[in-house]
C-alpha cells in the first residue's frame, strides 16, 4: 500500500468520525496521524510498528491501526464507520465546499443519502431553509455538483501519465507490435485527460483486438469499437482508453493527426491553402519531420500545435527553444513547518540543494492565514534569523527571505510596510473570499500588483483542477498591470492548479511578462511537481529567457535587491 492511499485511508476515517459527531479527541489523533504521515518520505509499509510508535503523535494505538491497515488494506474503525454511513453520504465528503458537519445535518434533517438526492433537495430549495446554510451555500453546492459531474471520468495529466506509461510498455512488449505510439491529450500534455489514445502498427494481426482484452483492469466497449479501433475503460477511473490499428507505412502521418489540435492542422500555411491536415493525409511519410519538411516549416513539438501563432513563428523560422527542466536554476514559493508545511525549513533547504538547485525561495502563508499557521510578526523574525543561520552554514547556495501574503478582500496586502520591507521577495495570492464576479476579482489582483512590495503573482485563479472552478478574472487586465509594474507571475506546478493556465502564457510573453515555476511544495517530495510546470510554460511557448527561476542565484539577489532599492525610493 502506498503511502497517498493509507493517508487518504485516515484522513476519511476522520472525516466519517466528524459526520457521525464522535469524540473530537479521537477525531484529533486521526487528523495528527494524517498530518505525520504526509511528512514522511520513506514507504510507510515498510516501517515496523516499533518505529511507527517513536514517530512524534503516533502512539501505540495508532500505530496498530496503521500496520492494520497495512496488512488488511482497512481498519476496524473505518469498517465500522462505512458499515453504518450510506455509500452515497461517502460520496459527498468528497463534494467541495461542504464539510462533514453540513452533510451530517443534510442526510440527518432531510434523510438525503445520494449525490444525485442533494441536487434534488437543492433544487426544491429545501437546503436553505436549514439552519446554517441559506440560499447562497445551496447555490454553491449545486456548482459543485455540477463541477463532480462535469469532472466524471476524467482525469489530471499528472494522474493519468503513469497508467499511460503502462499501457504504452504494454503494447510495446506485445510480439504482434511493430510500432506504438501514445498519442492524443496525453502527448499535447493538455492538464486534462479524458481518453488515453494509442496508435499501434502489427506485424501479424491475427489476435488483434482480442490481445487487449488481456490489459488488466480494463473493460471494453464493444459498441463503440470497429474493425480497425478498440474501445475501452478503465476500472475506476472510468477514463476512456482507445488503441486504432494503423498501416506501418502511413504510421508517422496518422502520429501528426492524433497529436496536434484538429483546428490546428487545418490552418492554411500559403497562398495554395496547403494544410497540415492535407498533407498528413497525403503521401506515406517516414516520419512527422518529413511531413513538416514537404511544407518548408520546421519541426513543431507536440505540446505546441495548438496556437495560430505557432504556425506563423514556423513559417519565419523563429519557433522558440522551449525551457527545460534543466534551464531551472532555483525553487522559489515554497512551504515549511513554520506554517502548514511538512518538513522543517532545514529540510527544505538541504533537500533543494541536494537536487542541484542554488537558491530556495521560503514562502510560508502569512499571518491572515490562521487556518494554514500563518506567521505573526514576531514568527517572521525567528524565521529570518534562521534563513541567515541556515545561509552560513549552506552557502552558496541561498535561502531568499519570502512569504505567500495574502490578497484581502481590498486588494492590500496583510503586513504593514516595515514588515513588508524585511522580505527578500513576496507572492502575493488570494486565499479567503473566493466568490467574486470577474469586476471583483480582477480589481482585487490589480489593486495588489500595483503594491510596490508584490514581486509575483502568485496563482492568478486560485482554481483546483477537477475540484473547483477558479474565480473568474480579466486575464489581459491583470497581465497587463503584471507588465506594467514589472511584477513576475508563477506558473503553479502543483499539478491540481497548473496556474497560470497555458492558454495564457503566450499573451504574457507578448507583453514581456516574466514567469516563475513555482512547485507551491508543502513538503521534499513536493519539489518533484516543477516539471509539471515546465510542461505548461513549454505548450505556452516559454523559454528559458522569460523564466525568472532560470536566472541563476546571483542574478536573482541582484534582482531583488534592485526592487528593494527601488521601492525605498518611491515610499
Known amino acids: 500500500?502506498?503511502?497517498?492511499?493509507?493517508?487518504?485511508?485516515?484522513?476519511?476515517?476522520?472525516?466519517?468520525?466528524?459526520?457521525?459527531?464522535?469524540?473530537?479527541?479521537?477525531?484529533?489523533?486521526?487528523?495528527?496521524?494524517?498530518?505525520?504521515?504526509?511528512?514522511?518520505?520513506?514507504?510507510i509499509h515498510q516501517m515496523s510498528q516499533a518505529q511507527l510508535e517513536k514517530l512524534d503523535g503516533i502512539g501505540k494505538g495508532m500505530a496498530a491501526k496503521i500496520m492494520e491497515a497495512i496488512q488488511t488494506g482497512s481498519?476496524?474503525?473505518?469498517?465500522?464507520?462505512?458499515?453504518?454511513?450510506?455509500?452515497?453520504?461517502?460520496?459527498?465528503?468528497?463534494?467541495?465546499?461542504?464539510?462533514?458537519?453540513?452533510?451530517?445535518?443534510?442526510w440527518k434533517e432531510l434523510g438525503v443519502e445520494t449525490t444525485e438526492g442533494l441536487r434534488e433537495a437543492c433544487e426544491r430549495n429545501e437546503l436553505s431553509k436549514l439552519k446554517g446554510f441559506g440560499a447562497k451555500t445551496q447555490e454553491t453546492i449545486l456548482q459543485a455538483l455540477q463541477y463532480s459531474e462535469d469532472s466524471k471520468g476524467k482525469l489530471l495529466w499528472a494522474e493519468a501519465e503513469p497508467l499511460a506509461l503502462d499501457l504504452l510498455q504494454f503494447l510495446k512488449n506485445r510480439p504482434e507490435t511493430a510500432s506504438v505510439e501514445l498519442v492524443g491529450d496525453m502527448r499535447r500534455n493538455l492538464e486534462i485527460v479524458d481518453t488515453l489514445q494509442f496508435l499501434v502498427s502489427l506485424q501479424d494481426d491475427r489476435s488483434w483486438p482480442e490481445f487487449l482484452n488481456e490489459i488488466p483492469g480494463i473493460t471494453s466497449v464493444e459498441?463503440?469499437?470497429?474493425?480497425?479501433?478498440?474501445?475501452?475503460?478503465?476500472?475506476?477511473?472510468?477514463?476512456?482508453?482507445?488503441?486504432?490499428?494503423?498501416?506501418?507505412r502511413r504510421f508517422a502521418n496518422q502520429t501528426l493527426l492524433y497529436s496536434a489540435n484538429p483546428h490546428w492542422l487545418i490552418q492554411p500555411l500559403n497562398e495554395n491553402g496547403d494544410t497540415l491536415m492535407a498533407e498528413a493525409y497525403g503521401e506515406p511519410a517516414a516520419s512527422e519531420e518529413e511531413i513538416f519538411q514537404r511544407l518548408k516549416l520546421p519541426f513543431i513539438a507536440p505540446e505546441l500545435r495548438e496556437s495560430v501563432r505557432v504556425l506563423e513563428l514556423a513559417k519565419e523560422n523563429k519557433l522558440p527553444t522551449l525551457l527545460q527542466d534543466s534551464d531551472l536554476k532555483g525553487i522559489l514559493h515554497n512551504h515549511s513547518t513554520y506554517s502548514d508545511g511538512a518538513h522543517t525549513l532545514e529540510q527544505m533547504a538541504v533537500h533543494c540543494?541536494?537536487?542541484?538547485?542554488?537558491?530556495?525561495?521560503?514562502?510560508?502563508?502569512?499571518?491572515?492565514?490562521?487556518?494554514?499557521?500563518?506567521?505573526?510578526?514576531?514568527?517572521?523574525?525567528?524565521?529570518?534569523?534562521?534563513?541567515?543561520?541556515?545561509?552560513?552554514?549552506?552557502?552558496?547556495?541561498?535561502i531568499f527571505k519570502g512569504i505567500e501574503s495574502d490578497i484581502l478582500a481590498d486588494?492590500?496586502?496583510?503586513?504593514?510596510?516595515?514588515?513588508?520591507?524585511?522580505?527578500?521577495?513576496?507572492?502575493?495570492?488570494?486565499?479567503?473570499?473566493?466568490?467574486?464576479?470577474?469586476?471583483?476579482?480582477?480589481?482585487?489582483?490589480?489593486?495588489?500588483?500595483?503594491?510596490?512590495?508584490?514581486?509575483?503573482?502568485?496563482?492568478?485563479?486560485?482554481?483546483?483542477?477537477?475540484?473547483?472552478?477558479?474565480?473568474?478574472?480579466?486575464?489581459?487586465?491583470?497581465?497587463?498591470?503584471?507588465?506594467?509594474?514589472?511584477?513576475?507571475?508563477?506558473?503553479?506546478?502543483?499539478?491540481?492548479?497548473?496556474?497560470?493556465?497555458?492558454?495564457?502564457?503566450?499573451?504574457?510573453?507578448?507583453?514581456?511578462?516574466?514567469?516563475?515555476?513555482?512547485?507551491?511544495?508543502?513538503?521534499?517530495?513536493?519539489?518533484?511537481?516543477?516539471?509539471?510546470?515546465?510542461?505548461?510554460?513549454?505548450?505556452?511557448?516559454?523559454?528559458?529567457?522569460?523564466?525568472?527561476?532560470?536566472?541563476?542565484?546571483?542574478?536573482?539577489?541582484?534582482?531583488?535587491?534592485?526592487?528593494?532599492?527601488?521601492?525605498?525610493?518611491g515610499i
Open 1 to 43: 500500500m502506498e503511502n497517498k492511499e493509507l493517508i487518504r485511508m485516515f484522513r476519511l476515517t476522520a472525516s466519517l468520525m466528524e459526520l457521525h459527531d464522535e469524540n473530537p479527541f479521537k477525531i484529533k489523533s486521526y487528523t495528527n496521524a494524517v498530518m505525520v504521515l504526509e511528512r514522511l518520505e520513506q514507504p
Open 75 to 106: 481498519h476496524a474503525d473505518l469498517n465500522r464507520l462505512l458499515e453504518t454511513t450510506p455509500e452515497g453520504v461517502v460520496q459527498m465528503l468528497n463534494i467541495k465546499g461542504i464539510g462533514p458537519k453540513k452533510i451530517r445535518t443534510i
Open 223 to 248: 459498441h463503440l469499437s470497429g474493425p480497425f479501433v478498440w474501445r475501452g475503460q478503465l476500472v475506476g477511473a472510468g477514463l476512456k482508453l482507445e488503441v486504432r490499428q494503423v498501416p506501418e
Open 353 to 398: 540543494q541536494q537536487l542541484g538547485y542554488e537558491y530556495l525561495g521560503i514562502c510560508d502563508h502569512s499571518k491572515s492565514a490562521f487556518y494554514a499557521n500563518g506567521l505573526q510578526e514576531f514568527r517572521v523574525q525567528t524565521q529570518h534569523q534562521e534563513i541567515e543561520r541556515l545561509n552560513q552554514q549552506l552557502g552558496p547556495f541561498r
Open 411 to 569: 486588494g492590500s496586502l496583510d503586513y504593514d510596510n516595515d514588515v513588508l520591507a524585511s522580505f527578500d521577495f513576496i507572492v502575493a495570492s488570494i486565499h479567503s473570499n473566493l466568490k467574486m464576479d470577474i469586476v471583483k476579482a480582477t480589481d482585487r489582483l490589480v489593486t495588489a500588483i500595483h503594491n510596490p512590495y508584490t514581486t509575483m503573482l502568485g496563482h492568478p485563479t486560485g482554481r483546483l483542477l477537477l475540484r473547483r472552478e477558479g474565480y473568474p478574472i480579466d486575464h489581459k487586465a491583470v497581465i497587463d498591470a503584471c507588465a506594467q509594474n514589472q511584477v513576475i507571475i508563477e506558473i503553479n506546478a502543483n499539478p491540481w492548479r497548473l496556474d497560470l493556465d497555458w492558454r495564457w502564457v503566450e499573451y504574457a510573453l507578448s507583453q514581456n511578462v516574466m514567469l516563475s515555476i513555482n512547485p507551491d511544495a508543502h513538503s521534499m517530495r513536493g519539489y518533484e511537481d516543477m516539471r509539471y510546470g515546465v510542461l505548461v510554460g513549454r505548450k505556452g511557448g516559454l523559454t528559458a529567457e522569460m523564466t525568472f527561476n532560470a536566472k541563476s542565484r546571483d542574478e536573482v539577489a541582484a534582482y531583488f535587491a534592485e526592487r528593494k532599492k527601488a521601492k525605498k525610493k
